[in-house]
C-alpha cells in the first residue's frame, strides 16, 4: 500500500508542470543570472589597499621593506590602525631571525582574492628589500654571487602568518549564488506540496485512506518520500549548473572542495526541514491559494533573513544573529563549509542536526493537526 501511495504522489507531482519549472529552472535560472550579475562584486575593483605598517624592528631591511611599499601606489599607508584593511607587524629582530614572520592582521571582511592579490604584490617588495640588502652586502666581494637571488622562488607561505578578525573566509559570486539558491529551491515544493493536499482534501481522499485504516504517518512517509528525492535532484541539477554552466559567463566555477557524503547530508537535513514546513503550511492551510502565499511569503523571509538575498557577511552584526534562528541560514552555512572549507560529514552535521530536528518538530505538528482535521472531516 505504502509504495502504491508513493507511486500515486510521485504521478501527481510529474502531472503538475508548472510546479516542476518552479522546482528545477527558476533555481537553476537564478544561479545562472545572480552569479554573473555579482562577478564584479566579489572581486576587487582595483589594486588599492588600506594599509598600517608597525616597524618594531628598525632594522635597515624593515626599513627598506617600509620604503619600497610607501613608493608603491597600489598601498595607501594609514596613520591609525582603525582606517586600515590591512596591519601589518615587523616583529623585532625580523632581519637577524629568519624563522620570524611578518604578522598580517586582516581588519574587515574582506573577499578572498584580494587578500592573494596583496600577498603577491607586498611579497615583491620583501623580496627585493632582501636581495637589495644582500647584493649590497655582497657586491665588494662576489658581484656574480648576488645575481643569483633573481632566479629564487620563495613561497608567500614562508613569509606570512594570517589571522582574521572573527571573520570567516569569503565566498565567490559562484559559491555564494549556487547554496542559496539551492537552500532557496528546495523549499519551493510548498507549492505542489499544498496543491495537492487540498486536491485531496476536497475530494474527501484523505479522510477514505483514514477510514482504510492507513495511519497518519504512513500517509505523511508517502507524500514526503517523493519529495525528498525531488530536492536531492534539485540540489545536482544546480550544483551542475555551478560547475558547467557558470564558467561560460566568464565566472569562477563551483568546485565540491569538501566531502561528497557531507553534501548529501547537508541535502538530506534541508529536504527533511522543507519537506516538515511545507506540510505543515499544507495542512494548516484552507485552500491552496492561502497554502501557496503563506508558503511563499515564508520561503521569502527565511530566505531575507537567512543569507539567500543578501550574504550574511554584508549584513550588520545585528541581523547576523536574527540570520542564525532561520532554517535557511543553516542550510547555507554548512554548503559554505563545505565549498570552501573542504568540510567533511562530521564538521557539518551540526547544521544537519538542527535542519533534521526543525523538520521533525514540524512534521509531528503537522500530524497532529491532520489528524484532528479528519476526526472532525476536514
Given at each position: 500500500m505504502l509504495q502504491a501511495m508513493i507511486k500515486k504522489e510521485l504521478l501527481l507531482v510529474l502531472r503538475d508542470k508548472h510546479a516542476l519549472m518552479a522546482l528545477f529552472v527558476m533555481p537553476a535560472i537564478f544561479i545562472l543570472i545572480m552569479s554573473v550579475a555579482m562577478r564584479d562584486q566579489f572581486s576587487p575593483k582595483n589594486l588599492e589597499f588600506k594599509t598600517f605598517i608597525e616597524n618594531q624592528d628598525k632594522s635597515p631591511l624593515s626599513k627598506q621593506i617600509v620604503s619600497l611599499t610607501k613608493k608603491d601606489t597600489s598601498f595607501e599607508l594609514m596613520k591609525n590602525k582603525k582606517d586600515a584593511e590591512f596591519i601589518l607587524t615587523i616583529p623585532k629582530e625580523y632581519a637577524k631571525d629568519s624563522k620570524k614572520l611578518i604578522d598580517i592582521h586582516i581588519n574587515n571582511s574582506i573577499k578572498n582574492t584580494k587578500i592573494e592579490i596583496f600577498k603577491s604584490l607586498f611579497s615583491e617588495h620583501i623580496l627585493k628589500a632582501r636581495f637589495d640588502l644582500i647584493s649590497e652586502n655582497f657586491k665588494p666581494y662576489a658581484p656574480k654571487i648576488s645575481k643569483t637571488f633573481a632566479n629564487l622562488e620563495v613561497s608567500t607561505d614562508k613569509l606570512y602568518k594570517i589571522h582574521y578578525n572573527n571573520e570567516k573566509k569569503l565566498p565567490n559570486a559562484t559559491q555564494q549564488?549556487?547554496?542559496?539558491?539551492?537552500?532557496?529551491?528546495?523549499?519551493?515544493?510548498?507549492?505542489?506540496?499544498?496543491?495537492?493536499?487540498?486536491?485531496?482534501?476536497?475530494?474527501?481522499?484523505?479522510?477514505?485512506?483514514?477510514?482504510?485504516?492507513?495511519?497518519?504517518?504512513?500517509?505523511?512517509?508517502?507524500?514526503?518520500?517523493?519529495?525528498?528525492?525531488?530536492?536531492?535532484?534539485?540540489?545536482?541539477?544546480?550544483?551542475?549548473?555551478?560547475?558547467?554552466?557558470?564558467?561560460?559567463?566568464?565566472?569562477?566555477?563551483?568546485?565540491?572542495n569538501g566531502s561528497v557524503l557531507a553534501v548529501f547530508e547537508i541535502a538530506t537535513g534541508l529536504s527533511i526541514a522543507a519537506i516538515g514546513i511545507s506540510t505543515l503550511i499544507a495542512v494548516s492551510a484552507d485552500s491552496s491559494e492561502q497554502a501557496t502565499t503563506i508558503g511563499g511569503i515564508s520561503n521569502i523571509l527565511l530566505g531575507a533573513i537567512g543569507g539567500v538575498m543578501v550574504p550574511k557577511f554584508i549584513m550588520p552584526e545585528s541581523m547576523q544573529k536574527i540570520a542564525e534562528y532561520s532554517p535557511m541560514s543553516w542550510g547555507l552555512d554548512g554548503f559554505l563549509d563545505i565549498f570552501l572549507s573542504g568540510a567533511d560529514a562530521g564538521y557539518v552535521f551540526n547544521d544537519f542536526f538542527k535542519l533534521f530536528l526543525f523538520g521533525l518538530v514540524s512534521l509531528v505538528i503537522s500530524m497532529i493537526i491532520l489528524h484532528l482535521k479528519i476526526k472532525k472531516g476536514l
Open positions: 549564488s549556487v547554496p542559496a539558491w539551492i537552500v532557496f529551491g528546495m523549499f519551493f515544493i510548498i507549492i505542489p506540496m499544498s496543491t495537492i493536499y487540498i486536491q485531496e482534501k476536497n475530494q474527501n481522499t484523505l479522510t477514505r485512506l483514514s477510514s482504510m485504516n492507513i495511519s497518519i504517518f504512513a500517509m505523511t512517509l508517502a507524500k514526503s518520500i517523493p519529495y525528498f528525492l525531488i530536492n536531492q535532484i534539485q540540489v545536482w541539477i544546480m550544483i551542475s549548473v555551478g560547475i558547467f554552466l557558470v564558467p561560460l559567463f566568464n565566472t569562477p566555477a563551483l568546485a565540491i
